[in-house]
């Protein structure tokens, strides 16, 4: 079966780093997605890998090991704006399979 | 001008009722879909279209019909509604640039939170 893991709960401090980890295992694989959610809202893209590596993108970036199942997302300069949650999510074939999502609380 | 739209966005029905939820997008995606995410958040894929065809159907009841009737549009239609659907369902859109089986980032609808009494 598909299976993706992320921590369920996070908190960090505004103007602070947070790292948010996802291992994954899935059949196939065609990317890595991370979505950002706030509360009723619906998911946004954030950013994507399909090779090895970190790609950047302002304030956030994101890591991938495809050898190792595992990527992260990583938000810098933290803001209240950024309190959401965040889903990560593995391509495979017109499919998308996705975690349970990483509520971040981020604390003045 | 919203890229993928979904009506209705509240939806409060009794077990047993059949009920119609749509979606349109005007990005010009082939692709389109529906989740389902439940009360742990959970996003699930239930169907995928490309260009109106049926590519995906992963184990959803046949109370569940999905109908496309241009590749602009996918709703959903339920029958017999049960206590287990309610949750908020999402209707997707995608472009495979890279032809079918590629994956492209999704653009979501703001989504229809369902409520089976």
């Known amino acids: 079966g598909q299976n993706i893991d992320q921590p369920t709960e996070m908190t960090a401090t505004e103007g602070a780093i947070v790292q948010i980890n996802c291992t994954y295992q899935t059949s196939g694989f065609n990317g890595l997605f991370w979505y950002q959610q706030h509360a009723g809202e619906a998911p946004t893209f954030l950013s994507y890998n399909v090779l090895d590596g970190l790609e950047e993108k302002g304030r956030f970036s994101s890591f991938l090991s495809r050898s190792k199942g595992y990527s992260y997302l990583l938000l810098k300069e933290l803001q209240m704006k950024d309190s959401a949650s965040y889903l990560c999510a593995v391509g495979d074939f017109n499919k998308f399979y996705f975690g349970s999502g990483t509520k971040l609380n981020v604390k003045p | 001008d919203t890229a993928v739209s979904q009506t209705p966005k509240y939806l409060v029905t009794q077990m047993g009722n059949d009920k119609s939820i749509k979606c349109e997008q005007n990005?010009?995606?082939?692709?389109m879909y529906w989740y389902k995410q439940d009360s742990k958040k959970f996003l699930k894929i239930m169907f995928s279209y490309n260009n109106k065809e049926l590519i995906i159907n992963e184990t959803v009841p046949n109370r569940f019909s999905p109908k496309s009737p241009d590749k602009a549009h996918l709703n959903l239609h339920i029958n017999s509604l049960e206590l287990g659907d309610s949750a908020v369902y999402f209707c997707?859109?995608?472009?495979?640039?890279?032809?079918?089986?590629?994956?492209?980032?999704?653009?979501f609808g703001s989504g229809t939170q369902l409520s089976v009494l």
């Open positions: 997707a859109s995608s472009q495979p640039t890279g032809g079918k089986g590629t994956n492209e980032k999704l653009f």
């Open positions: 990005l010009g995606h082939d692709t």
